[in-house]
């Protein structure tokens, strides 16, 4: 078996569009650099067409989510959403559909869907179970001090909004966050820092239901 033969004029192009996605990558990145200022407003745009194009069917084109199935994405921290981006398309988190979707995005189109998705607002519905949703801030602002649990909020924030490294959790659709902490429970999904693994291990029925009755109708 010989090695294929690349004419030098096929070599050239390639040669050419490895050039031109490092070039692409280097913008993308120093654009990155610069930090939580208002976004470029063609990212913005280019971040909307593809949600337009590649997402919508399931998040919905402003991020909220067609159906319980899928999570919202309307205000979720754009670095955070840019890391679950590349953890799929490794295959350090999985999701038959996601791994998918994630794995033909390139860099720059991760930084742009994930720039728009963190600029729409959030649509919240109230509580259906109001005295679940009480027991459920009790476990987000303290925890189970009985139990060992440690407090939501002292990662996730006021407000449940997270941070660059840590997801908003407010106005998550309930259903996908009870779905995600079984996950951390039964190691379906661990990051490198394994630290939502110990801590839903910790929590009881009640503790889920009620936390993810709060977070959902939380503004
Ligand atoms: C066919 C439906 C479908 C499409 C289309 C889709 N997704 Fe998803 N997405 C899902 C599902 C289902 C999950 C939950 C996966 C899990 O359980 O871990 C998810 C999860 C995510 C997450 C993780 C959210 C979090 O809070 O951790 C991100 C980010 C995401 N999708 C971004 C995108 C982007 C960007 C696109 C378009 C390029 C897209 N998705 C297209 C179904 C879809
Ligand atoms: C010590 C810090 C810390 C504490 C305390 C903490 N979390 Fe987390 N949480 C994280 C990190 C880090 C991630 C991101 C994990 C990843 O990228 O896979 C995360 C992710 C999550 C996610 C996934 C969100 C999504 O959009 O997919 C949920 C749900 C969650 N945490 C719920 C909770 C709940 C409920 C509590 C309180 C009982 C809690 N967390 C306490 C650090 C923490």
């Known amino acids: 078996m010989g090695f294929k033969r690349i ?13 031109l996605w490092v070039a692409g990558w280097a913008v993308c990145s120093a654009a990155w650099a610069a930090g939580p200022v208002p976004p470029a407003a063609d990212d913005i745009a280019t971040g909307a067409q593809l949600a337009a194009k590649h997402c919508a069917s399931c998040h919905g084109a402003t991020g909220q989510g067609a159906s319980t199935d899928f999570p919202n994405l309307a205000g979720q921290n754009e670095k955070y959403l840019a890391k679950q981006l590349r953890d799929f398309a490794s295959g350090q988190r999985d999701s038959t559909v996601m791994d998918m979707k994630a794995a033909v995005l390139s860099e720059c189109s991760i930084r742009a869907v994930s720039r728009y998705y963190q600029s729409q607002t959030p649509k919240v519905a109230p509580a259906k179970d109001p005295m679940l949703a009480n027991a459920g801030a009790f476990v987000y602002e303290r925890g189970n001090p ?15 909004r997270g941070n660059a490294e840590l997801p908003r959790l407010a106005g998550q659709n309930p ?28 929590m009881s029925e009640i503790e889920m239901k009620s936390v993810v009755e709060y977070l959902g109708a939380m503004k």
Request: charge should be positive.
């Open 7 to 19: 004419s030098p004029q096929r070599r050239r192009l390639q040669v050419w569009a490895a050039g």
């Open 146 to 160: 009985y139990t060992g649990l440690p407090a939501c909020v002292s990662c996730h924030g006021t407000g449940g």
């Open 175 to 202: 259903l996908y966050i009870e779905r995600q902490l079984k996950k951390f429970v039964d190691r379906s999904r661990v990051d490198e820092s394994a630290v939502m693994n110990v801590i839903a291990s910790r």
